[in-house]
């Protein structure tokens, strides 16, 4: 598999104010890809001055990706979520005590929603590569673009996260040190390029780990994918610290979006494993 370049047009937007006064006729909707078991110990960093009495609690939540509709530009997904080998076995084929565990019901791999939606993928933009965002590759077109941030694929481990990316033949990269800083949340880069699609950079669960703000007519959309597991990482001001690549950055990136958000509370956000609020 071959790395290219993720070539981008910097934005001429110089803070979210300007984004949001003009909104794209984009949308965006949500698929059920299975769930995931999580503790809340973890899930909310107890080691934080912040975290209060966080007690040992399994939580069972969703695993998602969106679906990203432009009315000119085409279909889109971002995170690819699960794909069908998950509804017989719940390592997905895998083999390996750091093997994730997922639970997958019928008619809930990415690619049964891509069909019953009847969507022309375009481009798949991944987070990060973690099983729960990336396994549902496996099963979705290969002659598409997929990209990651750069520096996300040198940290990949295919015999935890498995082989998802076989049969890619390129992986574009997204180089964010030359994108636009927008205020509060840091380097961005219009996807599009016209305003309707955003990535942001949000490292701290992973390295290269990207979040997303749809800038559609119904209002704009945050997805902020893990840099919060779930809504209470944002209302408590915690991040997680279960699964996270550096749990300090972890912590700097969730302060941002609190920070954006205060902002813009017209603003919708998304977590990475709770429906959209």
């Given at each position: 598999m071959r790395l290219k370049k993720y070539t981008y047009r910097k934005t001429k937007a110089g803070n979210w104010t300007e984004v949001f006064q003009n909104p794209c006729q984009v949308t965006v909707r949500s698929f059920q890809t299975g769930t995931v078991k999580i503790n809340r110990r973890g899930t909310l960093n107890p080691d934080h001055p912040q975290a209060g009495d966080i007690r040992e609690e399994e939580l069972e939540v969703p695993i998602l990706a969106y679906w990203v509709h432009h009315e000119?530009?085409?279909?889109?997904?971002?995170?690819?979520?699960?794909?069908?080998?998950?509804?017989?076995?719940?390592?997905?084929?895998?083999?390996?005590?750091?093997?994730d565990e997922f639970k997958l019901g019928e008619h809930e791999n990415v690619s049964y929603h891509i069909r019953d939606n009847n969507i022309k993928l375009k481009t798949v933009f991944l987070s990060h590569l973690h099983a729960d965002h990336a396994a549902g590759v496996r099963e979705l077109p290969k002659n598409i673009s997929y990209v990651v941030s750069k520096g996300e694929y040198g940290v990949y481990q295919p015999d935890v996260h498995g082989d998802f990316l076989e049969g890619l033949e390129e992986l574009y990269e997204m180089d964010f040190s030359?994108?636009?800083?927008?205020?509060?949340?840091?380097?961005?880069?219009?996807?599009?390029?016209?305003?309707?699609?955003?990535?942001?950079?949000?490292?701290?669960?992973?390295?290269?780990?990207?979040?997303?703000?749809?800038?559609?007519?119904?209002?704009?959309?945050?997805?902020?994918?893990?840099?919060?597991?779930?809504?209470?990482?944002?209302?408590r001001g915690v991040a997680p610290s279960d699964y996270t690549w550096d749990v300090e950055m972890a912590q700097d990136t969730l302060e941002k979006i609190i920070e954006f958000l205060r902002e813009y509370p017209q603003v919708r956000v998304g977590a990475g494993h709770e429906h959209l609020k």
């Amino acid at each position: 598999m071959r790395l290219k370049k993720y070539t981008y047009r910097k934005t001429k937007a110089g803070n979210w104010t300007e984004v949001f006064q003009n909104p794209c006729q984009v949308t965006v909707r949500s698929f059920q890809t299975g769930t995931v078991k999580i503790n809340r110990r973890g899930t909310l960093n107890p080691d934080h001055p912040q975290a209060g009495d966080i007690r040992e609690e399994e939580l069972e939540v969703p695993i998602l990706a969106y679906w990203v509709h432009h009315e000119e530009k085409g279909d889109f997904l971002l995170d690819a979520g699960l794909d069908a080998s998950y509804i017989l076995d719940p390592h997905g084929g895998l083999e390996g005590s750091a093997v994730d565990e997922f639970k997958l019901g019928e008619h809930e791999n990415v690619s049964y929603h891509i069909r019953d939606n009847n969507i022309k993928l375009k481009t798949v933009f991944l987070s990060h590569l973690h099983a729960d965002h990336a396994a549902g590759v496996r099963e979705l077109p290969k002659n598409i673009s997929y990209v990651v941030s750069k520096g996300e694929y040198g940290v990949y481990q295919p015999d935890v996260h498995g082989d998802f990316l076989e049969g890619l033949e390129e992986l574009y990269e997204m180089d964010f040190s030359q994108a636009t800083e927008l205020p509060h949340l840091g380097p961005c880069v219009d996807l599009l390029g016209d305003g309707s699609l955003w990535a942001i950079s949000t490292p701290g669960h992973t390295p290269g780990h990207i979040s997303f703000l749809v800038n559609g007519m119904e209002g704009p959309v945050l997805l902020g994918m893990d840099a919060a597991f779930i809504h209470e990482n944002l209302e408590r001001g915690v991040a997680p610290s279960d699964y996270t690549w550096d749990v300090e950055m972890a912590q700097d990136t969730l302060e941002k979006i609190i920070e954006f958000l205060r902002e813009y509370p017209q603003v919708r956000v998304g977590a990475g494993h709770e429906h959209l609020k």
